[in-house]
Protein backbone atom coordinates (compact mmCIF):
# COMPACT_ATOMS: atom_id res chain seq x y z
CA UNK A 1 0.00 0.00 0.00
CA UNK A 2 3.02 2.45 0.94
CA UNK A 3 4.59 1.34 -2.37
CA UNK A 4 1.37 2.07 -4.49
CA UNK A 5 1.26 5.67 -2.65
CA UNK A 6 4.47 6.71 -3.72
CA UNK A 7 4.34 5.60 -7.12
CA UNK A 8 1.33 7.78 -7.28
CA UNK A 9 2.96 10.90 -6.14
CA UNK A 10 5.97 9.83 -7.73
CA UNK A 11 3.71 10.09 -11.00
CA UNK A 12 1.81 12.85 -9.77
CA UNK A 13 4.91 14.92 -9.83
CA UNK A 14 6.39 13.84 -12.93
CA UNK A 15 3.69 14.38 -14.64
CA UNK A 16 3.26 18.07 -12.91
CA UNK A 17 6.92 18.81 -13.74
CA UNK A 18 6.63 17.33 -17.41
CA UNK A 19 3.74 19.52 -17.94
CA UNK A 20 5.12 23.16 -16.46
CA UNK A 21 8.16 22.32 -19.09
CA UNK A 22 5.77 22.13 -22.10
CA UNK A 23 4.43 24.86 -21.02
CA UNK A 24 7.24 27.13 -19.94
CA UNK A 25 7.71 28.24 -23.66
CA UNK A 26 4.33 29.40 -24.21
CA UNK A 27 4.24 31.06 -20.59
CA UNK A 28 7.70 33.27 -22.03
CA UNK A 29 6.64 33.96 -24.94
CA UNK A 30 3.02 35.41 -23.80
CA UNK A 31 4.94 37.43 -21.35
CA UNK A 32 7.43 38.97 -23.55
CA UNK A 33 5.79 39.26 -26.36
CA UNK A 34 6.93 42.95 -27.03
CA UNK A 35 10.25 41.25 -27.97
CA UNK A 36 8.83 40.29 -31.57
CA UNK A 37 8.09 43.88 -32.16
CA UNK A 38 10.51 45.24 -34.63
CA UNK A 39 11.59 48.57 -35.19
CA UNK A 40 11.97 49.40 -38.91
CA UNK A 41 13.16 52.55 -40.27
CA UNK A 42 12.73 54.63 -43.52
CA UNK A 43 15.36 57.32 -44.67
CA UNK A 44 13.12 60.12 -45.30
CA UNK A 45 16.41 62.78 -46.05
CA UNK A 46 19.80 64.11 -45.70
CA UNK A 47 21.58 67.15 -45.18
CA UNK A 48 24.95 67.64 -45.60
CA UNK A 49 27.01 70.23 -44.02
CA UNK A 50 29.41 70.57 -46.66
CA UNK A 51 32.08 73.73 -45.54
CA UNK A 52 34.84 73.52 -42.62
CA UNK A 53 35.86 76.65 -41.47
CA UNK A 54 39.19 78.59 -40.27
CA UNK A 55 38.17 77.54 -36.81
CA UNK A 56 38.46 73.33 -37.27
CA UNK A 57 38.28 71.19 -40.24
CA UNK A 58 35.66 69.05 -38.52
CA UNK A 59 32.31 69.21 -39.66
CA UNK A 60 31.08 66.39 -37.48
CA UNK A 61 27.31 67.02 -35.66
CA UNK A 62 27.90 66.13 -32.07
CA UNK A 63 24.92 67.96 -30.72
CA UNK A 64 21.15 66.31 -30.19
CA UNK A 65 18.79 67.38 -32.63
CA UNK A 66 15.78 69.03 -31.21
CA UNK A 67 12.71 70.00 -32.83
CA UNK A 68 9.62 72.57 -32.25
CA UNK A 69 6.42 71.22 -34.49
CA UNK A 70 8.45 72.75 -38.04
CA UNK A 71 11.84 72.26 -37.89
CA UNK A 72 14.74 70.61 -36.34
CA UNK A 73 17.76 72.72 -34.75
CA UNK A 74 21.04 70.99 -34.77
CA UNK A 75 24.86 72.60 -34.83
CA UNK A 76 27.91 71.12 -36.20
CA UNK A 77 31.47 71.75 -34.98
CA UNK A 78 32.48 74.15 -37.51
CA UNK A 79 30.45 76.21 -35.47
CA UNK A 80 27.73 76.55 -37.39
CA UNK A 81 24.19 76.41 -36.26
CA UNK A 82 21.03 75.16 -38.98
CA UNK A 83 17.55 75.05 -38.66
CA UNK A 84 15.42 72.72 -41.26
CA UNK A 85 11.96 72.06 -42.41
CA UNK A 86 10.89 68.53 -40.81
CA UNK A 87 9.20 67.21 -43.45
CA UNK A 88 11.78 68.12 -45.87
CA UNK A 89 14.86 68.89 -44.81
CA UNK A 90 15.36 71.96 -47.01
CA UNK A 91 17.22 74.82 -44.87
CA UNK A 92 15.47 77.91 -43.26
CA UNK A 93 18.39 79.49 -42.06
CA UNK A 94 22.09 79.22 -40.57
CA UNK A 95 24.02 81.11 -38.28
CA UNK A 96 27.99 80.96 -37.69
CA UNK A 97 28.54 80.85 -34.32
CA UNK A 98 32.53 81.87 -34.34
CA UNK A 99 33.63 78.66 -32.14
CA UNK A 100 33.14 75.35 -32.50
CA UNK A 101 29.89 74.11 -31.13
CA UNK A 102 29.68 70.84 -29.18
CA UNK A 103 27.28 70.80 -26.92
CA UNK A 104 23.37 70.32 -27.56
CA UNK A 105 20.87 73.11 -28.20
CA UNK A 106 18.10 74.33 -25.76
CA UNK A 107 14.43 75.48 -26.89
CA UNK A 108 12.71 78.02 -25.19
CA UNK A 109 9.84 80.53 -26.20
CA UNK A 110 10.92 81.59 -30.17
CA UNK A 111 14.39 80.93 -28.76
CA UNK A 112 17.35 78.75 -29.50
CA UNK A 113 20.26 78.93 -26.68
CA UNK A 114 23.74 77.41 -27.22
CA UNK A 115 27.00 77.32 -25.49
CA UNK A 116 30.05 77.10 -27.71
CA UNK A 117 33.71 76.29 -27.22
CA UNK A 118 34.43 79.78 -27.17
CA UNK A 119 33.23 80.36 -23.66
CA UNK A 120 29.98 81.92 -25.17
CA UNK A 121 26.67 81.55 -24.37
CA UNK A 122 24.33 82.62 -27.20
CA UNK A 123 20.43 83.38 -27.37
CA UNK A 124 19.12 82.84 -31.44
CA UNK A 125 15.81 83.83 -32.90
CA UNK A 126 14.17 80.25 -33.91
CA UNK A 127 12.48 82.26 -36.64
CA UNK A 128 14.71 84.35 -38.16
CA UNK A 129 18.45 82.78 -36.73
CA UNK A 130 19.46 86.03 -35.64
CA UNK A 131 21.39 86.90 -32.81
CA UNK A 132 19.56 88.15 -29.47
CA UNK A 133 22.35 88.45 -27.02
CA UNK A 134 25.98 86.87 -26.84
CA UNK A 135 27.33 86.28 -23.34
CA UNK A 136 31.12 85.78 -22.53
CA UNK A 137 31.91 83.56 -19.50
CA UNK A 138 35.26 84.00 -18.06
CA UNK A 139 35.71 80.23 -18.71
CA UNK A 140 35.22 77.15 -20.50
CA UNK A 141 31.70 75.30 -20.60
CA UNK A 142 31.78 72.32 -20.47
CA UNK A 143 27.64 71.31 -20.21
CA UNK A 144 24.67 72.58 -22.27
CA UNK A 145 22.41 75.39 -21.18
CA UNK A 146 19.66 74.40 -19.39
CA UNK A 147 16.06 76.12 -19.30
CA UNK A 148 13.84 76.64 -16.47
CA UNK A 149 10.77 79.48 -15.94
CA UNK A 150 13.26 82.13 -17.77
CA UNK A 151 16.61 80.99 -16.48
CA UNK A 152 19.67 79.64 -17.77
CA UNK A 153 21.79 77.09 -16.08
CA UNK A 154 25.23 75.81 -17.00
CA UNK A 155 28.52 74.71 -15.59
CA UNK A 156 31.68 76.39 -16.51
CA UNK A 157 35.42 75.75 -15.09
CA UNK A 158 34.59 74.96 -11.58
CA UNK A 159 30.89 77.11 -11.51
CA UNK A 160 27.64 75.93 -11.83
CA UNK A 161 25.94 79.63 -12.71
CA UNK A 162 22.36 80.90 -13.81
CA UNK A 163 21.97 83.50 -16.12
CA UNK A 164 18.80 85.33 -17.41
CA UNK A 165 17.48 84.30 -20.57
CA UNK A 166 16.11 87.35 -21.46
CA UNK A 167 20.02 89.04 -21.87
CA UNK A 168 22.33 86.59 -20.33
CA UNK A 169 23.24 88.04 -17.31
CA UNK A 170 24.85 86.16 -14.54
CA UNK A 171 22.72 86.05 -11.33
CA UNK A 172 24.60 83.39 -9.18
CA UNK A 173 27.27 81.07 -9.60
CA UNK A 174 28.39 78.96 -7.07
CA UNK A 175 31.82 77.14 -7.21
CA UNK A 176 33.20 73.76 -6.71
CA UNK A 177 36.50 72.29 -6.67
CA UNK A 178 36.77 70.76 -9.92
CA UNK A 179 35.45 71.35 -13.02
CA UNK A 180 31.79 70.98 -13.71
CA UNK A 181 31.10 68.70 -17.08
CA UNK A 182 28.00 67.56 -15.28
CA UNK A 183 25.27 69.45 -17.02
CA UNK A 184 22.80 70.45 -13.59
CA UNK A 185 19.13 69.61 -14.02
CA UNK A 186 16.50 71.56 -12.12
CA UNK A 187 13.30 69.69 -9.88
CA UNK A 188 11.12 72.16 -8.06
CA UNK A 189 13.16 74.65 -6.48
CA UNK A 190 16.28 73.09 -5.67
CA UNK A 191 19.46 72.33 -8.39
CA UNK A 192 21.37 69.16 -8.73
CA UNK A 193 24.86 68.83 -10.42
CA UNK A 194 28.18 66.79 -10.39
CA UNK A 195 31.72 68.34 -10.26
CA UNK A 196 35.06 66.24 -10.95
CA UNK A 197 35.84 66.71 -6.99
CA UNK A 198 33.29 63.88 -6.76
CA UNK A 199 30.38 65.80 -4.80
CA UNK A 200 26.77 65.75 -6.12
CA UNK A 201 25.78 68.87 -4.90
CA UNK A 202 21.76 70.15 -4.36
CA UNK A 203 21.43 73.89 -4.40
CA UNK A 204 18.75 76.44 -4.23
CA UNK A 205 17.95 77.12 -7.82
CA UNK A 206 17.10 80.92 -7.46
CA UNK A 207 19.99 82.10 -5.22
CA UNK A 208 22.23 78.90 -5.67
CA UNK A 209 22.76 78.70 -1.91
CA UNK A 210 24.32 75.08 -0.94
CA UNK A 211 21.66 72.55 0.73
CA UNK A 212 23.54 69.16 0.80
CA UNK A 213 26.45 67.32 -0.92
CA UNK A 214 27.13 63.70 -1.47
CA UNK A 215 30.86 62.54 -1.89
CA UNK A 216 31.76 59.94 -4.00
CA UNK A 217 34.85 58.16 -5.06
CA UNK A 218 35.20 59.45 -8.52
CA UNK A 219 34.56 62.65 -10.86
CA UNK A 220 30.68 63.10 -12.09
CA UNK A 221 29.95 63.42 -15.98
CA UNK A 222 26.46 62.81 -16.66
CA UNK A 223 23.70 64.89 -15.39
CA UNK A 224 21.84 63.40 -12.63
CA UNK A 225 17.83 62.30 -12.88
CA UNK A 226 14.99 62.72 -10.04
CA UNK A 227 12.26 59.88 -11.01
CA UNK A 228 9.86 58.23 -9.00
CA UNK A 229 11.13 60.98 -5.84
CA UNK A 230 14.54 59.25 -6.14
CA UNK A 231 17.51 61.34 -7.06
CA UNK A 232 19.85 59.19 -9.46
CA UNK A 233 23.61 60.07 -9.94
CA UNK A 234 26.53 58.04 -11.48
CA UNK A 235 30.02 58.12 -11.10
CA UNK A 236 33.70 57.51 -12.31
CA UNK A 237 33.99 55.12 -9.37
CA UNK A 238 32.09 52.68 -11.04
CA UNK A 239 28.84 53.13 -9.16
CA UNK A 240 25.24 54.14 -9.71
CA UNK A 241 23.31 56.15 -6.67
CA UNK A 242 20.23 56.56 -5.86
CA UNK A 243 19.78 59.21 -3.00
CA UNK A 244 16.74 61.11 -1.31
CA UNK A 245 16.50 64.22 -3.10
CA UNK A 246 15.50 66.54 0.32
CA UNK A 247 18.01 65.08 2.33
CA UNK A 248 21.28 63.69 0.12
CA UNK A 249 21.09 60.24 2.47
CA UNK A 250 21.92 57.71 0.46
CA UNK A 251 18.79 54.88 -0.95
CA UNK A 252 21.06 52.15 -2.49
CA UNK A 253 24.07 52.31 -4.56
CA UNK A 254 25.30 49.69 -7.42
CA UNK A 255 28.24 48.99 -8.66
CA UNK A 256 29.29 48.44 -12.29
CA UNK A 257 32.18 47.06 -14.23
CA UNK A 258 33.57 50.32 -15.46
CA UNK A 259 33.40 54.28 -14.86
CA UNK A 260 29.75 55.46 -15.21
CA UNK A 261 30.06 58.52 -17.82
CA UNK A 262 26.07 58.93 -19.05
CA UNK A 263 23.18 60.39 -17.74
CA UNK A 264 20.62 58.08 -15.96
CA UNK A 265 16.89 57.89 -17.47
CA UNK A 266 13.77 56.37 -16.21
CA UNK A 267 11.06 54.80 -17.34
CA UNK A 268 8.05 52.76 -15.85
CA UNK A 269 9.88 52.37 -12.41
CA UNK A 270 12.76 51.58 -14.14
CA UNK A 271 16.35 53.40 -14.23
CA UNK A 272 18.95 52.69 -17.16
CA UNK A 273 22.72 53.70 -16.89
CA UNK A 274 25.52 53.17 -19.13
CA UNK A 275 28.60 52.10 -18.02
CA UNK A 276 32.45 52.09 -19.83
CA UNK A 277 32.19 48.21 -19.02
CA UNK A 278 30.10 48.18 -22.68
CA UNK A 279 26.81 47.43 -20.57
CA UNK A 280 23.60 49.06 -20.57
CA UNK A 281 22.24 48.30 -17.01
CA UNK A 282 18.18 47.97 -16.15
CA UNK A 283 17.78 48.01 -12.55
CA UNK A 284 14.72 48.42 -10.23
CA UNK A 285 14.28 51.78 -9.26
CA UNK A 286 12.75 50.77 -5.69
CA UNK A 287 16.10 48.98 -4.63
CA UNK A 288 18.55 48.88 -7.45
CA UNK A 289 18.01 45.32 -8.07
CA UNK A 290 19.25 44.11 -12.26
CA UNK A 291 16.56 43.50 -14.57
CA UNK A 292 19.29 43.06 -17.04
CA UNK A 293 22.01 43.84 -18.69
CA UNK A 294 22.42 44.60 -22.50
CA UNK A 295 26.20 43.94 -23.72
CA UNK A 296 27.31 47.24 -25.71
CA UNK A 297 29.53 46.27 -29.07
CA UNK A 298 30.99 49.65 -28.57
CA UNK A 299 31.29 52.21 -25.87
CA UNK A 300 28.29 54.42 -25.79
CA UNK A 301 28.97 58.34 -24.62
CA UNK A 302 25.61 59.76 -25.27
CA UNK A 303 22.38 58.76 -22.99
CA UNK A 304 19.78 57.11 -24.23
CA UNK A 305 16.53 58.25 -25.38
CA UNK A 306 13.28 56.64 -24.63
CA UNK A 307 9.67 57.06 -26.75
CA UNK A 308 6.72 55.28 -27.88
CA UNK A 309 8.06 52.02 -25.34
CA UNK A 310 11.36 51.77 -27.38
CA UNK A 311 14.84 52.67 -26.45
CA UNK A 312 17.45 54.39 -29.14
CA UNK A 313 20.94 54.49 -28.21
CA UNK A 314 24.32 55.14 -30.32
CA UNK A 315 27.48 53.54 -29.65
CA UNK A 316 30.01 54.89 -30.74
CA UNK A 317 30.04 53.07 -34.34
CA UNK A 318 27.73 53.66 -37.25
CA UNK A 319 25.13 51.53 -36.01
CA UNK A 320 21.84 52.94 -33.50
CA UNK A 321 20.46 50.20 -32.04
CA UNK A 322 17.03 49.95 -30.59
CA UNK A 323 15.91 47.68 -27.71
CA UNK A 324 12.53 46.87 -25.79
CA UNK A 325 13.18 48.60 -22.39
CA UNK A 326 10.86 45.82 -20.42
CA UNK A 327 13.09 42.70 -21.37
CA UNK A 328 16.16 43.84 -22.84
CA UNK A 329 15.67 42.46 -26.49
CA UNK A 330 17.01 44.14 -29.42
CA UNK A 331 14.23 44.89 -31.86
CA UNK A 332 15.54 47.13 -34.49
CA UNK A 333 18.50 48.91 -35.79
CA UNK A 334 19.85 51.14 -38.64
CA UNK A 335 23.48 52.01 -39.76
CA UNK A 336 24.71 55.06 -40.73
CA UNK A 337 26.88 56.04 -43.81
CA UNK A 338 29.51 56.91 -41.28
CA UNK A 339 30.33 57.14 -37.11
CA UNK A 340 27.22 58.29 -35.79
CA UNK A 341 28.63 61.21 -33.70
CA UNK A 342 24.94 62.76 -32.14
CA UNK A 343 22.62 60.93 -29.87
CA UNK A 344 19.11 60.57 -31.50
CA UNK A 345 16.86 63.42 -31.84
CA UNK A 346 13.24 63.02 -32.07
CA UNK A 347 10.32 64.90 -33.46
CA UNK A 348 7.80 66.26 -30.75
CA UNK A 349 5.31 63.14 -32.43
CA UNK A 350 8.12 60.98 -31.74
CA UNK A 351 7.74 59.47 -35.22
CA UNK A 352 10.99 60.93 -37.20
CA UNK A 353 13.95 60.17 -35.54
CA UNK A 354 17.67 62.62 -36.56
CA UNK A 355 20.65 61.41 -35.98
CA UNK A 356 24.46 63.30 -37.05
CA UNK A 357 27.57 61.67 -38.31
CA UNK A 358 31.15 62.76 -37.98
CA UNK A 359 31.16 63.10 -41.90
CA UNK A 360 28.30 66.19 -41.52
CA UNK A 361 25.35 64.08 -42.52
CA UNK A 362 22.13 64.93 -40.62
CA UNK A 363 19.29 62.32 -41.28
CA UNK A 364 15.94 61.84 -40.66
CA UNK A 365 13.80 58.74 -40.22
CA UNK A 366 10.72 57.74 -40.44
CA UNK A 367 10.19 55.09 -37.70
CA UNK A 368 7.61 52.42 -38.10
CA UNK A 369 6.41 49.19 -35.76
CA UNK A 370 5.94 45.69 -37.32
Not at 168 to 184: L, N, Y
Not at 293 to 316: E, G, K, Q, T
Request: proline share 5%.
Amino acid sequence: MFELRSWSRCSIVLLFTTFCLLLSPLLKEGSTGQEEIRAIFQKLWEFQVTEATSLTASIAILTQPVCDEERVYFASENGTLYALNIARGEKVWEFTAGSPVQQRTILGDHSLFVATSGNEALSLDTLTGNLRWRKRLDGKIFTPLILFRGVLYLGFSRYITCLRASDGEEIWRFETRGEVHSPPIIDGEFLYGGSDDGFLYALTRREGRLRWSFPTSGKIRGAPLVFEQTLFAGSYDNYIYALHPDSGKLKWKKSTGGDVNCSPIGWERLVFVASLDNFLYCLQVKNGYLSYRFSLPHRLYHPPVISSNLLFMAPFSDTMIVINPKSGAEVGSFTAPSLITSPPGLSPTGETLFLGTNQGLLIALQKRIK
